[in-house]
């Protein structure tokens, strides 16, 4: 078992997250290896990918509920990490520093993505290429 050679391990998919996925019912379950992208419709929302979509994420076991945490895989991003922002943001924007510690709304794509916004604390968490 030991000497096998190449192969995929855990280890090598990167960045784990959890997220809701907005899909999942018990008629119709998201199951485990299920490839989905991330959505805007919500904080760390997710939904199953559709015929020509990118790979974002994959499933790890199955759930039934859109209410239910899921674990994924995170293809596209490295690390996440929580910054203090000005102006305004909202789940799915890209974002840049904004020169005082903290960020704002990128004018253009690349590669952030801002996964939730939290108000109250004046603080967004962004998962990072």
């Known amino acids: 078992m ?4 190449g192969g ?6 990167g960045l784990s997250l959890t ?4 899909d999942a019912t018990s008629e119709s379950p998201v199951k485990a290896g299920t ?3 991330l959505a805007t419709t919500g904080a760390y929302h997710a939904v199953k990918c559709a015929d020509g979509d990118a790979i974002q994420l ?9 209410e239910a945490p899921l674990g994924v895989y995170d293809y596209t991003h490295k690390r996440n990490n929580e910054f203090p922002y000005t102006g305004t943001i909202a789940v799915g924007d890209s974002v840049v520093a904004n020169g005082t510690g903290g960020v704002k709304k990128a004018t253009e794509a690349n590669g952030s993505y801002v996964a939730l916004v939290n108000s109250s604390k004046g603080t967004v968490e962004v998962l990072l290429p």
């Open 58 to 66: 994959m499933a790890k076991h199955t759930v039934t509920s859109k």
């Open 2 to 5: 030991f000497n096998k050679v």
């Open 35 to 37: 490839p989905l992208k």
């Open 8 to 13: 995929i391990v855990p280890d090598s998919y």
């Open 19 to 22: 997220v809701f996925a907005q």
